[in-house]
């Protein structure tokens, strides 16, 4: 990929004044985001992303079962309990930012930029925020287990849910849907 993605220690401690560094659920020498976008976007965005951030901090979250929760008016959360997959699709988001947290389990998802996307299945559905590629030309593996978080603007195409280690396993994630502001 162009442009770094980061391992963030002191930027999310220092952003996230909504909690103190002991009560975030992920391992923050783990976290994995672009910090020039995640800048911009908490600045023009930061009621959302405390909410966010609030709402994972809060050990109650991972204990629910598998479903939607709405955080705010703009922002909600899924908590998906599942097995990872043999194969899956790479999607792109214009108007919403992901960030996955996984609760237990391992995942692998590939990260592209969305001009390397190939093989269209399925057209960008407005209502859903998301279009769906086969394949990408060039994308990055990133590996997640437990205790690990990744945020993906609407410039990571990304196919999650694979295994890391090639067989089907367990996987226990919590996922923020938070909106994208045009800067």
């Known amino acids: 990929m162009s442009r770094k993605v980061l391992s963030v220690t002191a930027l999310l401690l220092l952003a996230l004044c909504a909690c103190t560094p002991k009560t975030y659920l992920w391992n923050e020498a783990r976290t994995t985001v672009d910090r020039s976008v995640y800048d911009g976007q908490y600045r023009i965005n930061q009621a959302e992303w405390d909410a966010a951030f609030a709402w994972l901090s809060d050990p109650a979250s991972a204990a629910l079962p598998a479903g939607r929760y ?63 590629y086969r394949s990408s030309s060039k994308s990055t593996p990133v590996v997640l287990g437990p205790g690990d978080m990744i945020i993906l603007f609407p410039s990571d195409a990304h196919q999650p849910m694979l295994p890391p280690s090639g067989e089907r396993g367990p996987i226990h994630k919590l996922i923020v849907k938070i909106p994208f502001v045009q800067p």
């Not at 995942?107 to 299945?121: A, F, H, K, Q």
């Open 70 to 132: 709405e955080i705010t008016e703009n922002t909600y959360a899924k908590v998906q309990i599942d097995s990872t997959r043999d194969v899956m699709n790479f999607e792109d988001h214009h108007k919403g930012i992901d960030v996955f947290y996984i609760v237990s389990g391992e995942e692998l998802i590939n990260v592209s930029r969305p001009e390397d996307m190939t093989d269209l299945v399925s057209a960008y559905n407005e209502s859903k925020d998301v279009e769906y």
